[in-house]
């Protein structure tokens, strides 16, 4: 991979991890909203969603990492 | 004076700071802090999980509604209960039924009214209707039923006894 694949590789990672971060911020704040209200029922599986979206993202951050080595290795800074 | 090896220019490699190489850390190190932000909202998530298994459903003591003796069918009264700060409406449906619902609407706690003439619970901020039979959400943006008051009767006068979430 060129370096400059590579970098476009770690960008759209990047977004895609924003966006995700964004629905899990609404989230929160929706699963918050309705604990305050006292309304229990969508806290369990918001829960659980909510943890999909952050094993998401670490999978996104391991690929990022893998990719940021890949490049590295291939020593493209000289 | 140095000389620049043959295949470098002297300032590269005398410079040992490489752009390129900086911005890339720089983008590992926001893709870290952004799945740490993640990380951070999902434990927020547990702490309201476990919060909800360990919340006590509260109790309310029983409360006369004054004035609720005359009213007509279709007719209103307004109360508080359980607190002064959570405004209440009593509604007579028919002659031996009457409910009661909390006044805040579920959307952003604007006070409901009975509109006779539809027969159910309007709130005048973001038209959400209510049904006036168990306070479920008709039309609009309310995201839940109306909190129900329990009631009860004791002769002739009516007792808020609860709250139904």
Redesign the interface.
């Known amino acids: 991979m060129t370096r400059r694949g590579g970098l476009t590789a770690i960008d759209g990672a990047i977004a895609l991890i924003a966006i995700l971060l964004v629905i899990q911020m609404w989230l929160l704040t929706a699963t918050l909203e309705s604990y305050l209200s006292g309304h229990s029922e969508p806290i369990l599986p918001a829960a659980i969603i909510s943890g999909a979206i952050f094993i998401a993202c670490a999978g996104l951050f391991v690929f990022v990492r893998r990719i940021d080595a890949d490049v590295r290795s291939k020593d493209l800074y000289r | 004076m140095k000389r620049a090896s043959k295949e470098q220019p002297l300032w590269r490699d005398e410079f040992s700071v490489?752009s390129?190489?900086e911005k890339?850390v720089a983008?590992?190190q926001?893709?870290?802090f952004?799945?740490l932000?993640?990380?951070g909202?999902?434990i927020?998530?547990?702490w309201?999980?476990v919060?909800?298994w360990f919340?006590v459903k509260p109790s309310f003591a029983p409360q006369r509604i004054t004035g609720s003796a005359d009213i007509a069918v279709g007719e209103v009264t307004l109360f508080s209960y359980p607190t002064a700060e959570d405004p209440c409406i009593l509604i007579r449906t028919s002659a031996d039924t009457l409910v009661a619902y909390s006044q805040k609407c579920?959307h952003l706690s604007c006070a409901v009214y009975f509109a006779k003439e539809h027969g159910r619970l309007e709130c005048p901020c973001h038209e959400g209707y209510f049904s006036v039979k168990d306070g479920s959400v008709l039309q609009g943006p309310p995201p839940?039923p109306l909190?129900r008051i329990t009631l009860k009767r004791d002769g002739d006068a009516i007792i808020a006894t609860g709250v139904e979430?």
């Open positions: 490489q390129a190489t890339y983008r590992r926001f893709s870290k952004l799945v932000t993640s990380l909202m999902f927020g998530n547990i309201i999980l919060r909800s919340a579920t839940r909190p979430i």
